[in-house]
């Protein structure tokens, strides 16, 4: 298992550092894993020039599986467009060709306290949102600006989905629904949208290939809807780039805290970036007060996806809810009058309970 570590800016280093440990406890029980660091971001601009350098192009390229902490920083506000870390991101997504984007929003009992919503509507909530990352309308041409016949100012974007760009996202849909409650939940917008047209017509001609999957349609703005209103309908949500970057926010907070949802984007062979979906968290950089579990548990994503061992995945997962059921708690979960633990011991608490 060749793994690429991009730790970034931030908090990133810190949150890596304990992931780190669940790979040297692994290492320590016999499991072959091989870990590369290099730079992504504005740490990867500091150090050698660009968010996205040529080295960590090649030890990325390399690896089986990519795990990130985040990128970005006040400091690298003022940098040009194109050395700024996001590019780092965009700049990695694109060279591995990452088109699906796999973001649980999983809460722990424990933590339904922390949700935005009643305890009640989100106690026990475990979905999965898919997310196509390469196309729509954030990609499609013709875009821009001009002049229109009245003289006024134009800025327009084309909406475009080709059918084996549908057909690759909606197959990943069904395949991660096999693995999980085999529901899936495709949303578009079909009502109005000739490519939502096609996106629905493309995922209902693969259903007969998934007979054990229950297929189902939904307009995205019901989706957002129903996501406040009842999120535990849904196992598997399947959607395009907007229509996802959009459910998968808003589904981040039913779960409580950023700081516990890890997310995968993955290519077409299963290789993957694993990452927690929240930044750099610069305000609490280098204090021992960031959560680490989002980034532990997007190394279970890693064991699961990429590696097809979801015995090491669910051990880590059960540690996540030994630790939390011991009463641990970082900063951003913790309830008002609660002790609150450090980054690192987290991590230390969360290998013990690996250990067990
Ligand atoms: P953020 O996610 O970094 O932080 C938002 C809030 O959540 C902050 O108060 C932060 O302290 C808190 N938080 C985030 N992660 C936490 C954790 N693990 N534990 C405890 N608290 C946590 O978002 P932001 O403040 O909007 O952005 C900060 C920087 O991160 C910016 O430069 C932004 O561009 C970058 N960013 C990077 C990524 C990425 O690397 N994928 C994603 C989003 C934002």
Request: proline share 7%; aromatic share 6%.
């Given at each position: 298992m060749k793994i690429a570590v991009l730790a970034g800016d931030g908090i990133g280093p810190e949150i890596v550092a304990e992931a780190i440990k669940i790979f040297d406890v692994l290492r320590a029980e016999g499991e072959t894993i091989e870990i590369e660091r290099a730079h992504?971001?504005?740490?990867?601009?500091?150090?050698?020039?660009?968010?996205?350098?040529?080295?960590?192009?090649?030890?990325?390229?390399?690896?089986?599986?990519?795990?990130?902490?985040?990128?970005?920083?006040?400091?690298y506000d003022s940098l040009p467009r194109a050395m700024r870390p996001e590019q780092g991101i965009l700049g990695i997504r694109k060279d591995l060709q990452l088109f699906a984007n796999l973001r649980p929003a999983l809460l722990y009992p424990e933590l339904a306290g922390a949700s935005s919503l009643k305890p009640e509507i989100v106690a026990g909530l475990d979905l999965m949102i898919i997310?196509?990352?390469?196309?729509?309308?954030?990609?499609?041409?013709?875009?821009?600006?001009?002049?229109?016949?009245?003289?006024?100012?134009?800025?327009?974007?084309t909406m475009l989905y080709a059918r084996p760009e549908i057909e690759r996202i909606a197959r990943v849909g069904f395949a991660t629904a096999m693995k999980r409650g085999r529901k899936l939940c495709s949303v578009d917008k079909a009502n109005v949208l000739d490519t939502?047209?096609?996106?629905?017509?493309?995922?209902?001609?693969?259903?007969?290939e998934y007979p054990e999957v229950q297929l189902s349609h939904m307009y995205v703005d019901n989706a957002a809807m129903q996501l406040v209103r009842a999120?535990?309908?849904?196992?598997?949500?399947v959607t395009g780039n907007i229509f996802g970057d959009i459910l998968s926010d808003e589904a981040s907070m039913l779960a409580g805290s950023i700081g516990m949802l890890p997310s995968a984007s993955l290519d077409a062979r299963g290789?993957?970036?694993?990452?927690?979906?929240?930044?750099s968290a610069p305000d609490i950089?280098?204090?021992n007060k960031a959560n680490p579990l989002a980034t532990v548990l997007s190394v279970g994503m890693m064991f699961r996806y990429t590696f097809g061992r979801a015995d090491l995945a669910a051990r880590i997962e059960a540690a996540?809810?030994?630790?939390?059921?011991?009463?641990?708690?970082?900063?951003?979960?913790?309830?008002?009058?609660?002790?609150?633990t450090g980054t690192r011991e987290m991590g230390d608490a969360l290998v013990a309970a690996l250990r067990k």
């Open positions: 992504l971001g504005g740490a990867a601009h500091d150090a050698e020039g660009h968010p996205y350098p040529p080295s960590t192009q090649r030890i990325a390229g390399a690896a089986d599986a990519v795990l990130l902490g985040a990128v970005g920083g006040p400091q997310r196509e990352l390469t196309g729509d309308i954030y990609f499609g041409q013709p875009r821009g600006r001009r002049t229109n016949a009245q003289g006024d100012d134009e800025g327009f974007d939502s047209i096609l996106w629905r017509e493309v995922v209902t001609g693969l259903a007969h999120p535990k309908q849904f196992d598997v949500i290789k993957g970036l694993y990452e927690p979906i929240h930044g950089a280098g204090t996540v809810r030994r630790v939390l059921a011991a009463g641990l708690r970082t900063g951003d979960i913790a309830a008002p009058g609660e002790a609150v």
